[in-house]
């Protein structure tokens, strides 16, 4: 994100924001040039700045510099976002353009509701084009007036086809999510900070949420893609690959979360 955005979200974390509610300390901080440098010796190979807005009139902005950041380095993959205000279609349809890959939606920082007639046109030009949109539509830290999966649902049955990522496989809704997965071809998950630790209150407990969770991702191994909310991360990024190895799901399924199904949603060479 740009700096000044970013130090202010770190704020928020340091504080145990409203959003938060508990102690949360940043993982990976520094400036671009540093975090760049982890994530190429993590191996990363490919990644977009995921940047989204608080309020109207900040996600043009927000594109200028996403956009700008990613024509900076080969590896960064260029993204957008958008919010409920008029011209929303106008300023995507630019970011597409200009090369944007992928739509990063915050549904509860934003506090909006996904449904918002302003953003339909912005819906239908996400289909039209295929964009890949990752979505923070679930509850987890905390609701939000907007969360959940029926929005969602609402959404898709408008725009079917919609290639919709649900940020950290819809925590804490999660079987409510990959239910709409099921149902709808074109409906992806990111595995942000699910069966961490941290997220699931203990080892024991994300092993209890993965044995039970599990057959449905596997039924689901193309359309499960690697998430990680790196930098704002508290624990070490190595965390959240150990926390689907011990999944137990398989080496064909973790190389399609890992690499192929976002390769392909991203278009990056295989």
Not at 21 to 35: L, N, Q, V
Not at 125 to 146: C, K, R, Y
Request: overall charge negative.
């Amino acid at each position: 994100m740009p700096d000044r955005v970013l130090r202010k979200v770190w704020a928020y974390f340091d504080n145990a924001g409203p959003l938060v509610g508990r102690p949360w300390p940043i993982a990976y901080r520094g400036t671009d040039s540093e975090r760049l440098a982890v994530l190429r010796a993590l191996g990363v190979r490919a990644f977009p700045a995921l940047a989204y807005p608080h309020k109207a009139g900040m996600a043009e902005w927000l594109n200028s510099w996403t956009l700008e950041f990613a024509s900076s380095y080969d590896d960064v993959v260029a993204s957008a976002t958008m919010f409920p205000e008029p011209g929303v279609a106008d300023y995507l349809a630019r970011a597409i353009d200009a090369g944007a890959r992928v739509v990063k939606v915050h549904v509860q920082v934003g506090g909006f509701d996904p449904r918002d007639p302003l953003l339909d046109p912005a819906w239908g030009l996400l289909a039209q084009t295929g964009t890949p949109v990752v979505i923070h539509a679930g509850s987890g830290p905390a609701p939000g007036a907007f969360t959940g999966p029926e929005p969602i649902r609402e959404i898709l049955l408008r725009h079917p086809g919609l290639r919709l990522v649900i940020a950290h496989l819809g925590m804490p809704e999660i079987d409510d999510f990959l239910a709409i997965a099921r149902e709808n071809a074109s409906v992806h998950l990111d595995t942000t900070m699910a069966f961490t630790d941290f997220a699931s209150g203990g080892r024991e407990a994300a092993a209890a949420l993965g044995d039970r969770l599990g057959p449905g991702l596997l039924a689901l191994q193309e359309r499960i893609v690697l998430g990680s909310d790196f930098p704002n991360i508290p624990y070490p990024y190595a965390h959240q690959l150990a926390a689907l190895d011990r999944l137990g799901l398989g080496a064909d399924w973790l190389r399609a979360v890992c690499w192929d199904n976002g390769a392909r949603l991203l278009g990056l060479a295989p």
